[in-house]
Structure formats: structure tokens, C-alpha cells
């Protein structure tokens, strides 16, 4: 542009001017779109809440929730049962307060320009709001939170990329500039003080003298074709044994069905350890800490829902929330047509997590409960608890990992394990139905869903069967519903009090025999090692 006539570098400029007046009022088209989208879901949930509480006073019924309780009293004070307060570890915040997660952007409002081709890192700038630095322009520059560099994609690249780049690395107060290499070095003409130079191989960065960050996983290798409808699993399991950290690649192939151990869950246990620790999200998040700039956790706080009309199974339940390994979870518990006992409100007192708990008019139905303790958090990923079945500590985890690799709306346990009281003895139920797409319904207790799918059509208001009304409505606004493996949860068939009643021979038709009596702990897959 140096070597244009005034006139043909004025008239350049004016049309650069137009293209970011262009961008920036389609910018804006976008955001009045998103915000009318999401004040029409409010007015939508504005309506039901209405409707609910209209239907109530034609009942006669007290309005919900008759009461709200809390884990303890600050010394002897008396709180007011209309105060909206919520517990945590920490002590009583009112619940309008914002939450520790809001104080910094999540890792997709992170404004990023790069310049990639290694896989590894652009799964990573996935996680962003990336621009690739060939379609960039000055303005996209000037607001990027942060700017990625390759040098392998720099060497590539066309030469007018590369001057751009070096022009403005040279600019004063310039944003920091992380070099991510696949094998070159980077060019040194080009680093500044603050900037940050790592690698995604041991070797590369042992050479170089470079931090070493590995490159994340592919999200899409473990996820089965959506057409196929095929039972059986995606991976190969068999013994119990712990084990040891496996390459990268290998545990990318175990939990996408090439089996690497024979110990039961093995493809289950690599793929927890595969997301936990190499994910773009988590990936991402550990990048922005190496550059200094801050950000909320990737990972989304899923609300475990848990509602019953027996306050004595209530302390169990909790209990196994409690010690769920995903990072962010909370808990609602609707205490339906009783009260909380003098055993629960201790768990609470020491609990660790932020639980809130209502008291539903027994005159309320299981489908109105469930939908009324959903409203009390506002959490993106609900996990439906029972009252009487054991949950392993990695369940809301693993399925957090399900729905992430699948994409799929809703998910559950199709093959599960099933302690039949009246026998004293274990089975696997709906053998071969794991890591699938299904049209049928995965066991209700084990569902764990997007707030979208909720959002749109709820629990229907009946006191039997919700969950089959729910995935049936929630197919018919287009959700996808898998079922993922077997482990980390048992159902406990009592003799009596379950919803769905029918008799043992029934229930056990084609069921395969597992172990005698109850052995919750063998349903638990337990973690990887670390080397």
C-alpha cells in the first residue's frame, strides 16, 4: 500500500473504513438477534411460572415452596422463611449475589486471533472466540484478548501475513503473543518481553528450551454415528485393577472402542482421564493461565435434582452427591409432602457444595416437583437423582463427558446394574445397550440433560412416567438422547414404593446375572493413576 498514489491510498482506506462499518453493524444484527431470543425465553418462563402458580389456586393448594431451609442458624439467628438465601461452604450468601465464576469471562468470551495448523492447537482455539489471523483485520487485532502463533502455519503462510504480523509485533502495549509450536522454534525477531513461547511435544520442547503443553484430544474421534442405532459397547472392558497413565493417543482409542486393558471400565476410566485432563475446554483454560489472563472454570456446573417423599432415604442420597468428582456441582433437594429431618439438616451444616431445599405440598405431582426444584438453580447441565439408588462418585462426571462427546441433548444408562432386593442378587439389565443412540428411554434415574432441553418442554404434571413424557416431548423439539456405559450407577429394586410396578419375571427378561447380593463398590470405575 506504501507504493500507491495518494488518491488510491485514500480511496483504500475509505473502503477498509466501509468493510469494519460493514462488520461491525453485522455484529451488531447478531447481538439485537441473541437478545430478543433470550428476552422471549424469559417471557416464556415468565408465563409458565405464572400458569403453575394460576393452577394452584384453582386447586386450593398452597402456593410452593411452603417454606425454605437452610443447612444452620448463624449463631442462634432466626432467619425469615421469605428471605432468599442459599448455602454453601463458605456460609449464607444472599442468592442474588453474583457468583465466584462470574467474576472473570468463561473461556468462549475470550477474544483470540491465531494462526494454527497443528490439530492438537486448534482444537484448543476452539474454545474461543478465535479469528484466523489470514481473515483478521486490524480491528480484530486490536480487541483480541490474546494472539496464537504457530510457527509452522507462520512458515506457510504468505508473506504478506507474515510482515503484517511482524509490524505489529513491534507495536507499543501490544497484546501478549504466545508462540505454540508443533516443532519450530519460534522467531525470535519477533518475541517481546511477556510473551510466551510452549510446545505440544515433550521432544520439541526439550530441544528448544520451551514449557511444554500438550496438545488436547479430539472430542469428535469418540463420538459414534448418530445414524447407526446399534447396541453394544464402545469400548472393551473386563478385571478391576487401577491403572497407569497411557499415551495420549492411546487412551483417544480406548474410549473410542479399541479396548487397551481387560479390567472392567477400562475405556470408561481412560476417557475420564482424557477429558479431565486433555480437553480443548480444560486445554484452553490452562493456556490463558500460562499468558496470565484470567478466566472462570471451562467446566458448567451441573444442579443435581433430587426430590422424594421419604425424608429417611434423603441422607444417603445426599450424601452421594457430596462426593461427586465433578468440580461444579450443586445440589436441589424438594422434600415432597414432609419434613426434613434433624439427620439432614446436620449433613448440610458441613456440606461443600451450595444445596438448596424446599418443602412441595404433598398435594403436588412428581412431574410439578421435579419442575419446580429446577427453577431454583440456574445451572446449564441437570442431573436427576433418586432417592434410593447408589450413584458412583465419577456419575455426574462421566456423564458430563457423555453429553460432551456425544452432543447429544440427553443421556442415561441404557445397560445398567440392577440389585434385585427380592432376591439378594445383582443384574445387568438391557445388556449390549451402551454407548448408542437410542429412540427408547434410558433408565429415568440416571438422566442428565442440557437446560435447553428442559426449558422447552419440561416434566409433564403427572405423578408416574415423566421421564418417558419428557424424552418423548424432547424428541419431538429435535433432542438426541445416548446412553453411555454401564458403570457408576446400581438401581435398587425394593419390593415396593417404585413408581413403575411390575413383577420380578417381567423386570428381569433378558437380564444377565452379575454377582450375588448388594456390592455397590463394583459398579465404580476407579481412576486412572497418575505416572
Not at 90 to 109: D, E, F, I, L, N
Not at 181 to 186: N, R
Not at 313 to 340: C, D, K, M, W, Y
Not at 363 to 371: P, Y
Request: contains cysteine.
Amino acid at each position: 500500500m506504501t507504493d500507491l498514489e495518494p488518491g488510491r491510498e485514500l480511496e483504500q482506506e475509505l473502503r477498509d473504513e466501509r468493510a469494519r462499518r460493514r462488520a461491525a453493524e453485522s455484529r451488531i444484527e447478531e447481538l439485537t438477534e441473541r437478545a430478543d431470543l433470550w428476552k422471549k425465553r424469559a417471557e416464556e418462563r415468565s408465563e409458565r411460572i405464572t400458569r403453575i402458580l394460576e393452577d394452584q389456586r384453582a386447586k386450593g393448594s398452597p402456593l410452593w415452596p411452603l417454606r425454605r431451609l437452610f443447612s444452620k442458624r448463624d449463631q442462634g439467628e432466626v432467619i425469615p422463611a421469605t428471605v432468599e438465601r442459599r448455602q454453601t461452604a463458605a456460609g449464607y450468601t444472599p442468592t442474588s449475589a453474583p457468583r465466584p465464576s462470574h467474576q472473570w469471562p468463561s473461556v468462549k468470551s475470550v477474544v483470540s486471533v491465531s494462526l494454527a495448523v497443528d490439530p492438537g492447537i486448534t482444537r484448543c482455539l476452539s474454545s474461543f472466540d478465535d479469528t484466523d489471523l489470514t481473515r483478521a483485520t486490524s480491528e480484530d487485532l486490536d480487541r483480541a484478548d490474546l494472539v496464537v502463533i504457530d510457527p509452522e502455519a507462520l512458515a506457510q503462510a504468505p508473506a504478506e501475513i507474515q510482515k503484517r504480523l511482524a509490524i505489529w509485533s513491534r507495536e507499543v502495549g501490544r497484546q501478549r503473543l504466545l508462540w505454540w509450536t508443533s516443532g519450530s522454534a519460534p522467531d525470535p525477531t519477533l518475541i517481546r518481553p511477556g510473551d510466551v513461547t510452549v510446545a505440544n511435544s515433550a521432544e520439541t520442547a526439550h530441544q528448544h528450551g520451551l514449557r511444554y503443553l500438550p496438545g488436547c484430544l479430539d472430542p469428535a474421534l469418540h463420538r459414534p454415528d448418530p445414524e447407526a442405532h446399534r447396541g453394544g459397547s464402545s469400548v472393551i472392558e473386563g478385571g478391576r485393577d487401577r491403572l497407569s497413565s497411557p499415551p495420549l493417543p492411546m487412551i483417544e482409542a480406548a474410549a473410542s472402542g479399541v479396548g487397551f486393558d481387560t479390567s472392567p471400565g477400562a475405556g470408561t476410566a481412560a476417557r475420564r482421564w482424557a477429558y479431565r485432563h486433555h480437553s480443548p475446554w480444560v486445554r484452553a483454560h490452562q493456556l490463558l493461565n500460562l499468558v496470565g489472563l484470567r478466566a472462570a472454570q471451562p467446566i458448567p456446573r451441573v444442579a443435581a435434582i433430587l426430590v422424594s417423599h421419604r425424608p429417611e432415604f434423603l441422607p444417603a442420597a445426599i450424601n452421594a452427591v457430596l462426593r461427586q468428582t465433578h468440580l461444579l456441582t450443586e445440589l436441589v433437594v424438594g422434600v415432597h409432602g414432609a419434613s426434613p429431618t434433624a439427620e439432614i439438616d446436620a449433613i448440610l451444616t458441613s456440606a461443600s457444595i451450595p444445596i438448596e431445599m424446599i418443602e412441595l405440598d404433598r398435594a403436588f405431582t412428581l412431574g410439578e416437583c421435579l419442575n419446580l426444584a429446577i427453577s431454583k438453580t440456574s445451572a446449564p447441565i441437570l442431573a436427576k437423582i433418586d432417592d434410593d439408588d447408589h450413584y458412583g462418585p465419577a456419575h455426574i462426571e462421566d456423564s458430563f463427558h457423555t453429553l460432551a462427546y456425544s452432543g447429544a441433548d440427553v443421556v442415561g444408562k441404557g445397560a445398567h446394574y440392577t440389585y434385585v432386593a427380592s432376591r439378594d442378587s445383582t443384574i445387568l439389565r438391557r445388556p449390549g445397550l451402551e454407548e448408542t443412540y437410542v429412540e427408547g428411554s434410558p433408565n429415568g434415574a440416571t438422566l442428565v440433560f442440557h437446560r435447553k432441553a428442559w426449558d422447552q418442554v419440561g416434566f409433564p404434571h403427572r405423578p408416574r412416567h415423566v421421564d418417558t413424557g419428557f424424552l418423548r416431548a424432547a424428541r419431538e423439539m429435535g433432542a438426541q438422547v445416548y446412553v453411555g456405559s454401564r458403570w457408576e450407577f446400581c438401581y435398587v429394586r425394593n419390593p415396593e414404593g417404585h413408581t413403575w410396578e411390575t413383577e420380578d419375571e417381567v423386570f428381569l427378561a433378558g437380564s444377565e446375572p452379575s454377582w450375588e447380593g448388594f456390592h455397590p463398590e463394583r459398579v465404580e470405575v476407579p481412576d486412572v493413576e497418575p505416572d
